[in-house]
């Protein structure tokens, strides 16, 4: 059996488990082709930034599980699997992953909403009759 490498991926509550192993550059989305499963370009753009950072575009073949979020969170979780799978496959490939900044995960998530105001921060109109 060939060599497969695995890494989990996170942005806000999606989650994406990211499997890398030899191919040619197809790369399935919970049983979907990828142009099916994300069908604005910004998302796809965002999905294999890992792979034009380090020149290995046609070089493997990525099957994911994703849940949770929205397309773009899922997007920006998956890219953060695949780099992190690209470096355990490739130490070397640390570096140019670091530098662009795709291994760090995105802390941003959203505000709780407080007692005594519509949302976390919008407060309630002043009435002032």
Do not use: C
């Amino acid at each position: 059996m060939e060599e497969r490498f695995y890494a989990t991926g996170k942005r806000k509550s999606a989650v994406a488990r990211v499997w890398l192993y030899a191919g040619s550059g197809n790369i399935v989305v919970n049983n979907k082709q990828f142009d099916d499963y994300f069908d604005l370009p910004t998302a796809r753009i965002i999905t294999e930034q890992p792979f034009t950072v380090t020149d290995t575009k046609e070089k493997f073949d990525v099957l994911v599980n994703v849940r949770g979020g929205g397309k773009s969170a899922q997007s920006e979780a998956i890219r953060h699997g695949i780099a992190k799978a690209l470096q355990v496959m490739d130490p070397e490939l640390r570096t140019p992953l670091k530098k662009a900044g795709l291994l760090t995960r995105d802390p941003r998530r959203k505000e709780r909403k407080k007692y005594g105001l519509a949302g976390a921060r919008k407060s309630y109109q002043y009435s002032k009759r």
